[in-house]
């Protein structure tokens, strides 16, 4: 029996693949100017960031708990299973209140299979485990091979990247470590990482040329047969720098492919504009 895919907007993959993969979107919540808008559904990146450069301070908020209920009741009615990438529980409570519904929903219908994965990871590190559930289905592989692959990439996800401002991190405490960043000379460029889900920063870097060099020179010290991955860069509204790492990368590292997606209103509300972050599997 084939098994439902479920993925939330953080992991900003476009909303196109989830149409395109039969993939069920979660949106996140976004509060703008005193409006709430569904992540990917009824708000895109570039008005959030329109509005935090006139001085907005947009909110977000979790996947709304009925919609978990309605999709898992009806896939428990139907006899249906399936597995659901969640964004990292260290940053949003969305993968806390999945698993709440999930019991309660199990309850009622003891045979309900659902396995609901803690990615750990953010934007398209979360996006390359669904990709990686979406391949083993397409295989014709069973929920139970998908999980064990999908859990796999998430512990072995690799995130670095850099923000324009860490402001944004900071006042909606996602950032760990960040009083020592905060602020500082101009030109001078975070770079961060994720620590068992927590953003985390690295190193303070002078420049973009040399933050995008040192991006590349990190990953050849903690990724694992390059060559042979697919490497996921997202980019908050600049296309331009991303475009650039990925020729950087094709060039050094020659791997499968470079997927690049922009990241989300839901995400984009605490990086702010022009953040560039680049995914890969480490050795660890």
Same mark, same amino acid.
């Given at each position: 029996?084939?098994?439902?895919?479920?993925?939330?907007? #953080?992991?900003?993959?476009?909303?196109?693949?989830?149409?395109?993969?039969?993939?069920? &979107?979660?949106?996140?919540?976004?509060?703008? @100017?005193?409006?709430?808008?569904?992540? &990917?559904?009824?708000?895109?990146?570039?008005?959030?960031?329109?509005?935090?450069?006139?001085?907005?301070?947009?909110?977000?908020?979790?996947?709304?708990?009925? %919609?978990?209920?309605?999709?898992?009741?009806?896939?428990?009615?139907?006899?249906?299973?399936?597995?659901?990438?969640? /964004?990292? !529980?260290? &940053?949003?409570? *969305?993968?806390?209140?999945?698993?709440? =519904?999930?019991?309660?929903?199990?309850?009622?219908?003891?045979? /309900?299979?659902?396995?609901? =994965?803690?990615?750990?990871?953010?934007?398209?590190?979360?996006?390359?485990?669904?990709?990686?559930?979406?391949?083993?289905?397409?295989?014709?592989?069973?929920?139970?091979?998908?999980?064990?692959?999908?859990? /796999?990439?998430?512990?072995?996800? @690799?995130?670095?990247?850099?923000?324009?401002?860490?402001?944004?991190?900071?006042?909606?405490?996602?950032?760990?470590?960040? !009083?020592?960043?905060?602020?500082?000379?101009?030109?001078?460029?975070?770079?961060?990482?994720?620590?068992?889900?927590? &953003?985390?920063?690295?190193?303070?870097?002078?420049?973009?040329?040399?933050? %995008?060099?040192?991006?590349?020179?990190?990953?050849?010290?903690?990724?694992?047969?390059?060559? *042979?991955? *697919?490497? #996921?860069?997202?980019?908050?509204?600049?296309?331009?720098?991303?475009?650039?790492?990925?020729?950087? =990368?094709? @060039?050094?590292?020659?791997?499968?492919?470079?997927?690049?997606?922009?990241?989300?209103?839901?995400?984009?509300?605490?990086?702010?504009?022009?953040?560039?972050?680049? /995914?890969?599997?480490?050795?660890?």
């Amino acid at each position: 029996m084939t098994y439902k895919i479920m993925a939330d907007s #953080a992991c900003d993959l476009p909303l196109s693949y989830y149409d395109d993969n039969e993939v069920i &979107l979660f949106p996140l919540k976004v509060n703008l @100017e005193n409006k709430e808008y569904e992540d &990917l559904k009824t708000i895109n990146p570039s008005a959030v960031y329109e509005a935090i450069r006139r001085g907005e301070v947009p909110k977000t908020s979790q996947v709304s708990p009925s %919609l978990f209920k309605d999709v898992f009741t009806e896939m428990a009615q139907n006899g249906e299973s399936g597995i659901y990438v969640a /964004f990292s !529980s260290q &940053l949003s409570g *969305t993968y806390q209140t999945a698993q709440m =519904i999930y019991e309660q929903v199990q309850e009622e219908y003891p045979e /309900f299979q659902l396995s609901i =994965i803690d990615s750990k990871c953010a934007s398209l590190g979360a996006g390359l485990a669904v990709q990686e559930c979406v391949k083993q289905r397409q295989l014709g592989n069973g929920l139970e091979e998908a999980v064990k692959q999908a859990r /796999f990439v998430c512990e072995h996800m @690799e995130h670095l990247f850099t923000v324009e401002d860490l402001e944004y991190l900071a006042k909606g405490g996602r950032v760990s470590k960040a !009083s020592a960043f905060v602020g500082g000379l101009l030109q001078i460029k975070p770079l961060l990482h994720v620590e068992d889900g927590k &953003l985390v920063p690295l190193e303070k870097i002078r420049g973009k040329k040399k933050l %995008l060099r040192r991006m590349l020179d990190v990953m050849e010290e903690r990724g694992v047969s390059l060559d *042979t991955q *697919t490497i #996921a860069i997202s980019h908050a509204d600049d296309l331009a720098t991303a475009t650039e790492l990925k020729e950087a =990368i094709m @060039e050094r590292f020659h791997p499968i492919d470079v997927y690049i997606s922009s990241i989300g209103a839901a995400v984009g509300s605490h990086t702010g504009a022009g953040t560039i972050a680049l /995914f890969f599997q480490n050795s660890k």
